[in-house]
């Protein structure tokens, strides 16, 4: 009775509006009566009754928040554990289903993050607002697709066949976030049931790129049949990037006709990314596919990466190949100049042993081993020394 009186405080309001005043007993016993004349009557009330009734206010509307708040998280926790009898026994579930949580999730938006296959599918049977979108621009269609609900994912598009071509506030359509979570099933039901939304959707050069990234080659190709119309830059970036997963991720880019050589805003080739991974087997295994030791835009070779990050594994396959170490790049320095400034021994030493000049000078005059000295690396400057190297 006490809570009841509370909550009905909030008659103030109406209060404010009333032509005629009254006791604020009268007024928080009478039902809630629609306003009228708010703006001319909004002064016709008593300091005395607002300083009486406001402290009233704050306590209803804090109760009341309270309780929304426990009556969410009970219901949000029922679908941690897939609990569908327990939802089915929540009254007024059609007017409490899109109620929404600290973090802007609604009931079903959460049991599909949780994989509650069984609460989702009897969630959808209520009054669900299929508009609904959170923080991400995530609607109901991107949490299905990122569960792996597929039967789900139907059903949603059914009632709202416009999510099929959404995207969130990142771009991502829902093909990227069935390639991001490898979903082989969904994608497959993209290719049988919405062929149209799917073939504008994989030309995407972004949607390219992640499924590369995936490393399946199931995914791949699905993806890729034929040779996609990309810039040379983007052909060089989705070769650079599935050399960091398989050769035969690589090997069926390759297929498709991806020329090898091309070179990214940089000018660097796939070989230039391998020489940073330090993977001779990859090398190896394109030497069945014509490719060219071609140079960066600051003039530097693959050998040059290799000697620069101590890529010792590479730097010797590149040498039986025949790649010169007193190559100059753009500023004239060696592979021992750059291995000589960033301090790996192990890489000076290769770079000494099959050097033929220890001297040569690039564009600022300097040697091999006064960059050593400059940069104090007291073990390549006395390394070089030993070999005879001046300044």
Not at 258 to 287: C, F, Q, R, W
Request: charged share 25%; aromatic share 10%; net charge positive.
């Amino acid at each position: 009775m006490i809570l009841k009186i509370i909550y009905d405080a909030t008659a103030i309001t109406i209060y404010f509006c009333r032509k005629v005043k009254k006791d604020l007993v009268g007024l928080l016993q009478n039902k809630l009566q629609k306003p009228s004349n708010c703006r001319n009557n909004i002064y016709s009330f008593t300091k005395k009754q607002i300083f009486v009734v406001f402290p009233f206010l704050l306590i209803s509307f804090s109760i009341q928040s309270k309780e929304r708040s426990r009556d969410i998280t009970e219901f949000f926790q029922l679908c941690d554990k897939d609990r569908v009898q327990k939802i089915e026994e929540i009254e007024d579930l059609k007017e409490k289903v899109n109620m929404v949580n600290k973090k802007g999730m609604t009931f079903l938006s959460y049991c599909l993050e949780k994989k509650a296959e069984k609460s989702s599918l009897y969630l959808l049977k209520s009054n669900i607002n299929y508009k609904w979108e959170d923080i991400n621009n995530y609607n109901y269609a991107t949490f299905a697709v990122r569960a792996g609900m597929k039967n789900i994912l139907q059903k949603i598009l059914n009632e709202n066949p416009r999510l099929i071509y959404s995207k969130d506030r990142f771009k991502l359509t829902l093909l990227d976030h069935a390639i991001l979570k490898k979903r082989k099933e969904i994608i497959k039901l993209f290719i049988e049931n919405y062929s149209d939304f799917f073939n504008k959707s994989k030309t995407s050069f972004s949607t390219i790129q992640k499924a590369v990234e995936t490393g399946s080659i199931e995914i791949l190709e699905s993806i890729l049949s034929s040779k996609p119309n990309l810039k040379e830059n983007e052909e060089a970036i989705l070769l650079q990037k599935s050399v960091e997963y398989s050769m035969n991720t690589i090997g069926y880019l390759l297929s498709l006709g991806l020329n090898i050589n091309s070179k990214d805003e940089k000018g660097n080739t796939v070989i230039h990314k391998i020489a940073i991974l330090n993977n001779p087997e990859l090398i190896e295994y394109l030497k069945n596919f014509p490719f060219q030791m071609n140079r960066n835009s600051d003039g530097q070779l693959p050998i040059h990466i290799a000697a620069r990050y101590g890529k010792t594994k590479v730097f010797k396959k590149f040498l039986e190949w025949g790649t010169g170490v007193n190559e100059v790049d753009l500023l004239g320095n060696t592979p021992l100049h750059l291995s000589a400034e960033f301090g790996d021994s192990e890489m000076v030493y290769y770079c000494i042993t099959s050097s033929q000049n220890l001297n040569l000078k690039n564009k600022k005059g300097e040697s091999p081993l006064t960059i050593a000295k400059l940069s104090g690396n007291d073990a390549n400057y006395y390394l070089l020394l030993l070999a005879g190297a001046v300044e």
